[in-house]
């Protein structure tokens, strides 16, 4: 029989604990430290410890969002959400699908309107294989409100239910015909919660 967890899985959970608890306890050196360990669990940790200490830096989340490590790299791109400064553009084309949902829903926080273009082609039908990554392009869009991503909203609601439904509540962020005439179709739709949003958007009973 296996044993439930390796030695060296024990040792980087003692060591991820030692971080996270440095986050709260205000020593800032031990969380630092975290930065450089070989564990992507514990640099990962050593972000958010940071943040919660007010002492993580730009220059750290511009290095994490270059890390090997897929964990370090989705957790870099949540904390820049808050960071415009830090560029994570670069991470919507991650070959990660959750480090790209991850970069997908910070842009949409910084309401980035310069990364509309590459959002909308993630959000195409044929923008991802990954439908999380396509809704959460979508939900992004409809953030930031820009009209130059109203066509990708608009292809959206021929997507799967779970994404026409991010595109329906997306659209109360456009204005003009064709939004109007896309509503009116969402009221038709297959699902019920892409006609709940419709309806509730155009105020119908």
């Known amino acids: 029989m296996q044993p439930a967890t390796e030695p060296g899985d024990e040792a980087v959970t003692a060591r991820r604990r030692d971080v996270a608890v440095a986050g709260h306890t205000g020593d800032a050196v031990r969380a630092r430290d975290g930065l450089a360990d070989p564990a992507p669990a514990v640099r990962s940790t050593a972000l958010g410890a940071l943040e919660r200490l007010g002492d993580l830096h730009d220059d750290d989340l511009a290095a994490a969002v270059a890390d090997p490590a897929p964990a ?3 957790r870099a791109a949540e904390l820049s959400a808050g960071r415009p400064a830090v560029a994570i553009l670069e991470l919507l084309d991650d070959p990660d699908p959750s480090v790209v949902e991850m970069a997908a829903w910070a842009m949409g926080e910084r309401t980035e309107s310069g990364a509309v273009a ?10 991802h294989a990954d439908p999380l990554c396509r809704e959460a392009a979508v939900a992004a869009l409809g953030a930031i409100g820009d009209d130059a991503g109203l066509p990708a909203v608009l292809a959206a609601l021929d ?31 297959r699902d019920w919660q892409v ?3 419709a ?3 155009l105020a119908v009973d």
Do not use: N, W, Y
């Open 72 to 74: 370090v790299r989705r």
């Open 118 to 127: 590459r959002l909308a082609r993630l959000a195409a039908a044929d923008g």
């Open 159 to 189: 997507d799967k239910p779970a994404i026409r439904r991010r595109a329906a509540v997306a659209l109360a962020a456009f204005e003009g015909p064709e939004v109007e005439a896309a509503l009116h179709k969402c009221l038709e739709d």
């Open 195 to 197: 006609r709940q949003v």
């Open 199 to 201: 309806e509730d958007l």
